[in-house]
């Protein structure tokens, strides 16, 4: 499943080529057919990311919710963009690009107050700028559940998948089996401050790579992180334990990362 930083790489990529245009808007595939025959001609108003969800906002105020999942994606054509195929739940077509959206879990026409009510059940997003730390301090310290499963709830802290859990949890120190009520203030700070820099990073890099290369130079899938898909570590060459924490495959090492 996509990661926030791939979710807020979409809407500024989006932005650039929606924001303030007039749309032209269908439902090839036919599941979304009404909703985008409504919002046909209108123009788009905004485009902002939400953790993992997507939300454009139009000029009739209507709003419409995307959420990928697992095998939901966007592709982007230039104009004239080709007959739609396979199952292309929303088409959105400019004069200058087409943008294509096929198998999202979500994607839907909300009101405002819907687009509110999912908001309101989301951890901060570490990329937005209006996050409160504090928050998800609260929420995480009032839980005895382990940290690893924690960053993984999307209402304590959106955004963070299973990649930026290891990796965030390796690069900060911290062992994926601490306690939410037992964590410090401090150690907290030092996730909360790793997370966004490694998702801010994912954002401008449109991939993940949280080991440091010089200039320049393009790292290899296999060179990209840590201890995520790793059975060494990058740092001490000591294993890399696997095993299962909120219900995903968890990644750490044991000598970095002591209770």
Not at 162 to 170: C, Q, S, T
């Amino acid at each position: 499943m996509p990661e926030g930083h791939t979710l807020h790489r979409l809407a500024l990529d989006h932005r650039k080529v929606l924001q303030g245009v007039r749309v032209r808007s269908s439902s090839p595939q036919g599941r979304f057919a009404d909703e985008a025959a409504e919002l046909d001609g209108q123009t788009v108003e905004a485009v902002e990311a939400y953790g993992k969800h997507l939300f454009y906002r139009f000029a009739s105020g209507a709003h419409v919710h995307v959420h990928l999942g697992l095998y939901g994606r966007f592709r982007r054509w230039r104009q004239p963009a080709l007959p739609p195929r396979g199952a292309i739940r929303w088409r959105l077509e400019t004069d200058d690009v087409c943008l294509d959206l096929s198998g999202p879990t979500a994607c839907e026409l909300l009101d405002l107050e819907q687009v509110y009510g999912i908001q309101q059940r989301l951890g901060p997003d570490l990329l937005r700028p209006d996050a409160r730390a504090d928050e998800a301090w609260r929420r995480i310290t009032a839980s005895r559940r382990s940290l690893g499963a924690l960053l993984l709830d999307q209402s304590v802290m959106s955004g963070v998948g299973n990649v930026y859990r290891a990796e965030g949890l390796f690069v900060a120190g911290l062992h994926p089996e601490i306690r939410g009520d037992e964590l410090e203030r401090r150690d907290f700070t030092r996730l909360w401050k790793t997370l966004r820099a490694q998702l801010a990073q994912g954002v401008k890099d449109r991939r993940i790579v949280t080991v440091p290369h010089p200039e320049g130079r393009r790292a290899s899938k296999g060179e990209r992180t840590w201890v995520y898909g790793q059975r060494l570590c990058k740092r001490c060459e000591g294993p890399v334990r696997r095993w299962e924490l909120g219900s995903r495959t968890m990644f750490a090492c044991e000598q970095c990362q002591r209770r």
